[in-house]
């Protein structure tokens, strides 16, 4: 089984804190994604990597930066934390797709979420 | 770009009763479907998905959803609900081209009454 883990369910930090959130998938991976989920809103796409040091912006990017050193781990960063992200934060993988793009390919599995507040 | 409306953010049924979750999406080109259950406190996990292989896909727990082309749908059902059912539901759409991540609708939140 696909696992993927996540450092803390539960985190509570300060404004204007650097925080990490990290990120470890155990399946070989080449896709990693963060996102974030408020009330309402859904699950809202932060960044993905699709590779070593490779990543790409999502729909809301701003406030967040991203690192993927190592294949199998993907973390989000929190440069200067503000009340308005206090959210839940789940992090995801996929593989890439197979040579006979397979049914499988665009399944994303996901860990159990952190839940960030921001006092 | 490719969106995912889910209708009603609530949903409340009765033991035994018919779930009905709807979900559609746009696309000019059918897409990659899935219905994703979230637990609380909990991660996102897969209930079933859409790949083209068949119209009327089942997945865990008695859940299926029929992927209609005409109507852009991909509603997803459960002929009697049961307690545990209680979670949030998510459908999401992967398009084979443009870009690698899924784009999620706002959840729909299923209440099961005894």
């Known amino acids: 089984d696909v696992k993927v883990t996540q450092s803390s369910r539960y985190l509570v930090k300060r404004t204007g804190e650097k925080v990490f959130l990290e990120c470890v998938q155990d399946?070989?991976?080449?896709?990693m994604f963060w996102y974030r989920q408020d009330p309402g809103l859904g699950l809202r796409l932060i960044y993905f990597s699709y590779d070593v040091k490779m990543k790409e912006k999502g729909d809301i990017p701003e406030g967040y930066s991203v690192s993927r050193e190592k294949k199998e781990r993907f973390s989000l960063i929190l440069e200067s934390a503000s009340t308005n992200q206090t959210s839940m934060y789940l992090c995801?993988?996929?593989?890439?797709?197979?040579?006979?793009?397979?049914?499988?390919?665009?399944?994303?599995?996901f860990g159990p979420g952190t839940r960030l507040t921001v006092t | 770009a490719q969106s995912v409306t889910q209708l009603g953010s609530h949903v409340s049924v009765s033991e035994g009763a018919l779930v009905l979750l709807r979900c559609n999406y746009s696309s000019s080109v059918p897409p990659y479907l899935f219905w994703y259950v979230q637990y609380p406190n909990q991660g996102l996990q897969l209930l079933l998905k859409?790949?083209?292989?068949?119209?009327l896909v089942k997945g865990i727990n008695g859940f299926e959803a029929e992927f209609k082309k005409s109507e852009t749908s991909f509603h997803l059902t459960k002929p009697s609900a049961h307690m545990s059912d209680a979670a949030e539901y998510f459908c999401?759409?992967?398009?084979?081209?443009?870009?690698?991540?899924?784009?999620f609708g706002s959840g729909t939140r299923l209440q099961v009454q005894p």
């Open positions: 859409y790949t083209s292989a068949a119209t």
């Open positions: 399946m070989d991976h080449e896709n």
């Open positions: 999401a759409v992967h398009k084979y081209t443009g870009r690698r991540a899924l784009t």
């Open positions: 995801a993988s996929r593989p890439n797709p197979g040579l006979a793009g397979g049914e499988s390919s665009y399944e994303q599995y």
